[in-house]
């Protein structure tokens, strides 16, 4: 019997996609209900053996997972079924993810033939060409055979052992003759022909949850066991880099993991982490911008480095990110970028319970002159990864990692649930997200951190469990700084001139240089000053809220700037943390925005 066939079946086979909105039911091999036929797979549950094709020149591939469907929101799996709808919400939720992508210019969107993907590309890809939309069978949701359409509350008590081994060790589970996850890995495979085939260098990919995760897997080295340990919420987006091997030809690229499940809502909202809840977490902090870090000086090294303005602005935004977090303990780096940048966070966050802790083996690679190394061709690379093991840097991480989860471990014990909060610098942070996930330092490289990102580590099984990667890179909270600063220092031209006219007595300095002449500090800091102005302007003309729909003027804690260079905070608090009082604080005259300079470190050291 063909099952699938009838929506009212409470489960069904492996439809596809068929004509005129009817189902056709997979083909499954000679499967029966007994003496099955189990189809072997080359994809086993190690490291994933995908050879990626070559590329030609450095390619971009972002990776959108649909928007809320009306099976996600009743908890029905969906599998590769074409039932389900894109909800009101999901719609949203695509237009948020559409205005994130706003500025991204793409050559092709590429996309699942299922609806809820389909739709929510459209929505993302609103008035750009049509001509340059693909439709990849390969990229449907995962094929789950009879589980497809069942009501995950009653998975249990109709599967019994089956269910049990899907939400245990998806690698191994079996049904219908089929090991799911090992197949979606095979098909996501075979994706990256087709994707990175295409002639384009920034390609839009929308998909599923499943095999979202087997793309980034697949790219990135990862098995099958993998599956649940790379989250991708619903429009989450994650960005994938491919880089030529121009020291040999016709190698794979070297790929790097810009960014994952940047979500349309805070990354710290969700509790659910491979469909378990949990309130145990490791928030990895990556130390506001330095000098070297913004011009890319490869003889300086960034953690030796006092944050500068944009640093500054960013650690702030980090901190206000971080107010309705209950942070236990701020670790920190003992170097300079690392311990200011906590400096400040732990300023907005202070309370009598927060401890702030600096931890030796949390300091940067002595760079020398390998920055650059992490992106660029298999010999610079190769010379990234010996200055790496030269170091012992991975080492340091492992114990560093270690002590984190060892302290979390306490906290849970403790408090029930808990997050503890590490600033560091990228390839620290980089290091301990391998020792996290079970990789060697071959991986280095691999997992990029920007300079005042997010990464969130979730632990459902408490904290000595597996780590569940809930983001990578998250920076919604930067986007004003990274919107400004996004391409680098060899854009920065354009925008300086656009500061300039809307500013006409910025100066542009003709040293110290960016690549095009201009310092690199002016240009921040005369944005900055820039948009004090026009800020005041909006908001008398009533045109600006902060985000939630308060006006950001009527604020109880609205932030006004004397004649002096100093900052003050009407009505005596932040205006978001009653009973903290908003000091007066002094700001160089030329900035003359809502910075705050780095209070005195409140640190200590480890015991």
Request: hydrophobic share 35%; proline share 4%; glycine share 10%.
């Amino acid at each position: 019997m063909l099952r699938g066939v009838d929506i009212r079946c409470q489960w069904f086979g492996a439809p596809v996609a068929g004509s005129a909105g009817r189902i056709r039911t997979g083909d499954y091999g000679s499967v029966r209900r007994r003496g099955l036929v189990v189809r072997a797979t080359t994809m086993g549950d190690g490291k994933g053996n995908v050879s990626l094709p070559h590329v030609q020149g450095r390619k971009r591939v972002v990776l959108v997972r649909h928007g809320q469907s009306t099976w996600n929101e009743i908890g029905r799996i969906q599998g590769s079924s074409d039932f389900s709808r894109l909800t009101s919400k999901g719609e949203s939720q695509a237009a948020i993810s559409r205005q994130m992508l706003s500025s991204d210019s793409f050559d092709v969107c590429i996309h699942s033939p299922l609806s809820r993907a389909k739709h929510t590309a459209e929505i993302i890809w609103d008035a750009r060409s049509k001509d340059a939309v693909i439709s990849l069978d390969d990229l449907r949701e995962i094929d789950l055979y009879a589980f497809q359409g069942l009501d995950k509350e009653h998975g249990k008590e109709l599967f019994g052992d089956a269910y049990r081994m899907w939400k245990e060790d998806p690698a191994n589970f079996l049904i219908d003759g089929h090991y799911p996850v090992r197949e979606l890995w095979e098909r996501a495979s075979s994706c990256w022909s087709s994707i990175l085939g295409h002639e384009g260098s920034s390609i839009l990919v929308v998909a599923h949850n499943a095999v979202n995760q087997a793309l980034v897997a697949t790219a990135t080295g990862l098995g099958p066991r993998y599956f649940r340990y790379l989250l991708q919420s619903n429009c989450g987006v994650s960005v994938l880099d491919f880089n030529p091997r121009t020291a040999a030809e016709g190698l794979p690229p070297h790929v790097s993991l810009e960014r994952l499940n940047h979500t349309p809502t805070s990354a710290l909202s969700g509790e659910q982490s491979a469909g378990r809840k949990t309130r145990t977490r490791i928030v990895l902090v990556c130390h506001g911008a330095t000098a070297s870090s913004v011009t890319k000086n490869t003889a300086a090294s960034s953690g030796l480095e006092p944050l500068n303005v944009l640093g500054n602005i960013q650690s702030a935004k980090i901190a206000e990110h971080l107010l309705n977090v209950p942070v236990h303990t701020l670790f920190c780096s003992p170097q300079p970028s690392a311990v200011q940048t906590a400096a400040i966070v732990s300023r907005y966050l202070e309370r009598a319970d927060l401890k702030v802790v600096s931890l030796d083996e949390l300091k940067d690679l002595d760079w020398g002159t390998w920055r650059e190394g992490r992106s660029q061709d298999g010999e610079q690379r190769n010379a990234y990864a010996g200055a790496v093991k030269s170091d012992s840097i991975f080492t340091r991480a492992g114990h560093a990692w270690q002590t984190l989860t060892q302290h979390l471990e306490s906290v849970q014990a403790e408090n029930g649930e808990g997050t503890v909060a590490v600033v560091g610098h990228d390839v620290l942070l980089e290091a301990m997200l391998c020792h996290c996930l079970g990789l060697d330092d071959t991986f280095s490289g691999t997992f990029q951190f920007h300079n005042g990102g997010l990464s969130v580590i979730d632990f459902p099984d408490g904290a000595l469990g597996r780590g569940v990667v809930r983001c990578l890179n998250y920076t919604a909270h930067l986007d004003r700084t990274r919107s400004w600063w996004a391409g680098g220092p060899g854009k920065a031209r354009g925008r300086f001139e656009e500061v300039r006219k809307l500013k006409p007595n910025v100066t542009d300095r003709k040293h110290g240089t960016d690549g095009d002449g201009v310092d690199v500090d002016e240009q921040i800091k005369a944005r900055v000053q820039c948009q004090c102005v026009t800020t005041a302007e909006r908001r008398a003309a009533g045109e600006l809220t902060d985000g939630e729909g308060i006006r950001a003027d009527q604020g109880e804690g609205a932030v006004s700037m004397r004649d002096d260079g100093r900052a003050t905070c009407r009505g005596g608090t932040d205006g978001r943390r009653e009973g903290i009082r908003a000091e007066s604080t002094p700001i160089p005259s030329a900035s003359r925005c809502r910075h705050v300079n780095p209070p005195s470190p409140r640190v200590r050291a480890i015991d």
